[in-house]
């Protein structure tokens, strides 16, 4: 697929490239029928530089990323949620069940409830399962872990928190009965909608800190990111109402050509897209002045139209994939055939390789059940002796140098992941296997921070460790000596 830039691009929409210091913008391109999934620098989307290792299934939809294990969560085709794990290229999908609802705030919890009442937590290393009494119509995971459910109860809703694991309710609430609902980002506000009144409930106690109400009823809600204000649209009104939370009034502030029937808010609160009740087109609106701005031609669907990351929006023109400057409606550059695909944008450093030397990391050994790692010691890939695997059981000494090499040959290490958690370090690990062996866990900082290495390795050449991993069948990054 080619990317093609535009030569009437404005100068106020550079394209961003990898950053010195902090997360890098990253392109996410799932094939919408199934297959590899694919990484690009955003917005160099003609070179991919990450492919995974396992074929996708059809995915109906993005659900969260979680930035710090590198987690995606979806839901497929088939309304089964999964997980792509960009470190180590793998797609695994849950066990095959029939789910009413499912939604996620972190990508790494995967909210799910039956038909039977039950709620499910399902998360890479484990699930949680509760079976309440009352028929469940949405789950609100909020970024903190609280979960917040919405139940049906005669002619009212009922509003449950939980905190999973634990099973016990910890507040509830009856509330008048509920279409609609939305958590604000950051988790402090949840907003329901019942016909044309509008509800803000505070999560930590469930009370009611909000009530408005439109002439018709609501079809839409969009919190920005900081929660400090709520666009909603109603039916058969060409415009928005805004809510202002700290000034407490909801009042008529968006002017638009026509009725609207869905929102979307840009990650980082800068536009808004309101799609017209005829379905194609949608107006741009500024949240900073609350007006339009613009508009677009386009089809709807779960991915796109987006604001991305450079203040962009991507949109559909026929096969393809384009960036439209907002402001001005021109075409700032085009990826060919992007409409086949499903399209995800974020900021995300993991794809960026490891600097040499930048600290010197403990090592111990890998254990699950009765069985330990051991060192590879297959005699075709000539691997050095391991100088920092301790013995069982798993323990944590102070830094130990490497033995000294040759100049000329410092051996190399393959490394498969590097993470801050020794528990989701020791499930990679498990994950990979060698003609039989495992990879370690070793432990270094970096900036302060603590960081677990799933490593093999050192081998003598280059090309030996190049062979392991990719024998792995997993991503991996190879370094000179010890990561």
């Not at 309101?274 to 002045?289: H, K, L, P, Q, T």
């Amino acid at each position: 697929m080619a990317c093609r830039g535009n030569g009437d691009s404005v100068a106020s929409l550079e394209t961003p490239g990898l950053s010195k210091a902090g997360p890098d913008p990253v392109a996410l391109r799932v094939p919408r029928k199934g297959g590899v999934i694919e990484a690009f620098r955003f917005a160099e989307l003609d070179s991919a530089i990450w492919k995974s290792g396992h074929r996708a299934p059809p995915i109906d939809r993005i659900l969260a990323f979680d930035s710090e294990n590198g987690v995606l969560a979806f839901v497929d085709g088939g309304g089964t949620p999964g997980w792509v794990d960009l470190r180590l290229g793998t797609v695994r999908r849950t066990p095959k069940t029939a789910y009413t609802t499912i939604a996620s705030a972190d990508g790494w919890s995967i909210f799910a409830a039956t038909s039977k009442n039950a709620i499910v937590r399902l998360t890479p290393t484990g699930d949680w399962r509760l079976t309440l009494v009352r028929p469940i119509r949405r789950l609100l995971p909020s970024p903190d872990g609280t979960l917040l459910v919405l139940a049906d109860s005669d002619d009212a809703t009922r509003m449950l928190r939980l905190r999973p694991p634990n099973d016990a309710i910890a507040d509830s609430a009856t509330l008048p009965r509920a279409g609609r609902a939305t958590l604000a980002p950051v988790g402090d506000r949840a907003y329901l909608v019942s016909g044309s009144e509008l509800f803000g409930i505070a999560p930590n106690d469930l009370e009611s800190r909000e009530h408005y109400r439109t002439e018709g009823d609501i079809v839409a809600i969009a919190p920005t990111p900081s929660g400090d204000r709520v666009f909603v649209a109603a039916q058969g009104t060409a415009g928005l109402h805004v809510v202002d939370r700290y000034a407490a009034e909801m009042k008529p502030s968006v002017q638009l050509p026509g009725a609207v029937s869905d929102l979307r808010m840009d990650p980082l609160g800068r536009y808004l897209l309101a799609r017209s009740e005829g379905g194609d087109s949608a107006w741009i609106v500024s949240i900073s002045d609350a007006a339009i701005v613009g508009s677009i031609a386009t089809t709807w669907r779960e991915d796109l139209p987006a604001v991305v990351l450079d203040g962009t929006i991507a949109t559909l023109h026929g096969d393809d994939l384009a960036f439209v400057d907002p402001r001005t409606g021109k075409t700032v550059r085009t990826a060919d055939g992007g409409a086949n695909y499903l399209w995800f944008f974020v900021r995300w450093n993991g794809f960026r390789p490891r600097a040499q030397g930048i600290d010197e990391p403990v090592s111990f050994s890998y254990e699950r059940g009765d069985t330990a790692v051991r060192a590879l010691d297959t005699a075709a890939l000539q691997p050095r002796p391991a100088v920092d695997t301790l013995p069982q059981p798993v323990t944590v000494e102070r830094p130990v140098a490497p033995e000294p090499v040759a100049p000329r040959s410092r051996g190399w290490t393959v490394s498969f992941a590097a993470v801050l958690s020794l528990e989701r370090a020791r499930e990679i690990a498990a994950t990979i296997s060698v003609e039989g062996s495992r990879p370690r866990v070793v432990i270094g900082e970096t900036a302060g921070t603590t960081v677990y290495r799933v490593v093999l390795g050192p081998y003598e050449t280059r090309e030996a460790a190049d062979r392991v991993g990719r024998s792995s069948r997993h991503s991996y990054w190879i370094y000179e000596d010890i990561p």
